[in-house]
């Protein structure tokens, strides 16, 4: 199987979902990894995430919880807001290219897209306005790779 084909195979997979509400990416010191740990606890059950770099702790999390921290914290960039959509398929490590198709696509339609990814499932943060065009988009990428391994052999 080509690497395209098994791209393919994993999109007609990929289930897309998108996260209720809007979302933040924060830019802090970088000695504010304690401050982050505290603002994370207030986003239990709801996307979150933490990247710890040389220059900076960076954030995504829930708007509400960064309009409830932000006056009591220094902040370095604040973007926003953003919808999170999940690209809801466990992928191995060890795949390349699967990210290239949705961001072709996404970026034909003018959707600038910001990739964090997990252990196991992709996320994007994508501009709230561009939210519902993108997960359209995203769906009818995984009904036509669907559709086409339907028709394969």
């Given amino acids: 199987m080509t690497m395209k084909e098994a791209v393919r195979t994993l999109w007609a997979k990929t289930r897309i979902m998108a996260w209720p509400g809007d979302y933040m990416l924060v830019s802090l ?8 740990a505290t603002l994370m606890t207030a986003t239990a059950g709801r996307f979150a995430t933490v990247v710890v770099e040389k220059e ?8 509400e919880a960064w309009v409830a921290a932000s006056g009591q914290v220094d902040v370095l960039a604040v973007a926003g807001p953003y919808r999170v959509v999940t690209l809801d398929l466990a992928i191995d490590l060890d795949v ?20 964090q990814c997990a252990y196991r499932k992709d996320h994007l943060l994508i501009r709230s306005e561009d939210a519902d065009l993108a997960v359209s988009i995203l769906t009818q990428l995984s009904a036509e790779c669907a559709q086409a391994g339907s028709t394969l052999g």
């Fill in 56 to 63: 900076e702790v960076s954030l995504t999390l829930p708007r």
């Fill in 96 to 115: 390349r290219g699967y990210l290239l198709p949705a961001a072709e696509r996404l970026a034909q339609a003018g959707i600038a897209i910001v990739a």
């Fill in 29 to 36: 010191p970088p000695g504010a990894l304690a401050t982050a």
